[in-house]
């Protein structure tokens, strides 16, 4: 008989599992459509003054994907890529509002459907 081998049952989930539930968020898509992408608030966040706290003093910002990049290449390089075409193709979609999502859950006051007889008489 030979030495058991551990079994190796977890796969390291359980470290996956909480870095997932304690990393940071970062903003959801309604969030960036509705307040980020308001003219107003667009320049104000493309202009932030120094930062001393915030990668690149907050001078190399990301509208669409809400992020901070330490240098202009950097964002240049991130304008280029894949995650950020993703993200704006993701917000060309409209915002789910509440009413939707209320609908959705079987909240919401349903749309009349037609009668038989509305579609005999036409």
Do not use: N
Request: aromatic fraction near 4%.
């Amino acid at each position: 008989m030979g030495r058991l081998r551990r079994s190796r049952a977890h796969h390291a989930r359980r470290d996956v599992h909480r870095a997932s539930r304690t990393r940071a968020r970062t903003k959801d898509l309604d969030q960036i459509q509705l307040i980020d992408l308001d003219p107003k608030h667009r320049a104000a966040l493309e202009s932030q003054p120094l930062d001393f706290e915030k990668p690149g003093l907050a001078q190399h910002y990301c509208v669409e994907c809400a992020k901070y990049f330490e240098s202009d290449v950097a964002l240049q390089s991130h304008w280029r890529s894949k995650v950020h075409k993703r993200r704006c193709k993701e917000l060309k979609e409209p915002a789910y509002t509440i009413e939707e999502s209320e609908r959705a859950a079987g909240l919401g006051r349903e749309v009349k459907r037609p009668t038989s007889t509305a579609i005999s008489d036409g």
